[in-house]
T-cell receptor
Framework: GAVVSQHPSWVICKSGTSVKIECRSL??????MFWYRQFPKQSLMLMAT?????????EQGVEKDKFLINHASLTLSTLTVTSAHPEDSSFYICSARDKSVGGTEAFFGQGTRLTVV | SQQGEEDPQALSIQEGENATMNCSYK?????LQWYRQNSGRGLVHLILIRSNEREKHSGRLRVTLDTSKKSSSLLITASRAADTASYFCATVGGQGFSFIFGKGTRLLVKP
């Protein structure tokens, strides 16, 4: 099956620093990638949708200047949490939509646990 | 807003019993997927059912889809302690091809 690799799987950073999370589709081209955030014992909440070569579309309430998304190629999207604060600590998960099967299937990375201290 | 709503929110059963979880959604879909998440871990794709399918099997998993009722069910037969996890349904469809998750069902299988 299709594989989506997310890196790092966990990261601890100091308050005020920026953290970059990568999401790669390893064996397919992803026209669209999605970024989600999950708080403990909660569901995944869609943060933004990124299409290759264009600006990301952010969900209401998500600060685009805080969560920078770059989808530079059909296999890579990055999420940068800028000037991180403890309240940004969360589990971030990406998913990628498989272009080759008509785009009706999407696959998920393993997630990144961010802890801001 | 969330598309899917799973029920029950929590389910506790004995090993060997069957577990049934339900998911309802709001808008039209292309497909519906079920995922499993162990505590603090990433998502594992379990099964995908397309909007023109009514039932699908994969090992001990059985998924049904009723598009008229906008609902789906996931049945895990002969449950094992290792099945303990949270289970989410996710729908694909709608404008912008958003992929929306329900709140999940936390399943506990007691050995």
């Amino acid at each position: 099956g299709a594989v989506v690799s997310q890196h790092p799987s966990w990261v601890i950073c100091k308050s005020g620093t920026s953290v970059k999370i990568e999401c790669r589709s390893l064996d397919f081209q992803a026209t669209t990638m999605f970024w989600y955030r999950q708080f403990p014992k909660q569901s995944l909440m869609l943060m933004a949708t990124s299409n290759e070569g264009s600006k990301a579309t952010y969900e209401q309430g998500v600060e685009k200047d805080k969560f920078l998304i770059n989808h530079a190629s059909l296999t890579l999207s990055t999420l940068t949490v800028t000037s991180a604060h403890p309240e940004d600590s969360s589990f971030y998960i990406c998913s990628a939509r498989d272009k080759s099967v008509g785009g009706t299937e999407a696959f998920f990375g393993q997630g990144t646990r961010l802890t801001v201290v | 807003s969330q598309q899917g709503e799973e029920d029950p929110q929590a389910l506790s059963i004995q090993e060997g019993e069957n577990a049934t979880m339900n998911c309802s959604y709001k808008t039209s879909i292309n497909n519906l997927q079920w995922y499993r998440q162990n505590s603090g871990r990433g998502l594992v794709h379990l099964i995908l059912i397309r909007s023109n399918e009514r039932e699908k099997h994969s090992g001990r998993l059985r998924v049904t889809l009723d598009t008229s009722k906008k609902s789906s069910s996931l049945l895990i037969t002969a449950s094992r302690a290792a099945d303990t996890a949270s289970y989410f349904c996710a729908t694909v469809g709608g404008q912008g091809f958003s992929f929306i998750f329900g709140k999940g069902t936390r399943l506990l299988v007691k050995p």
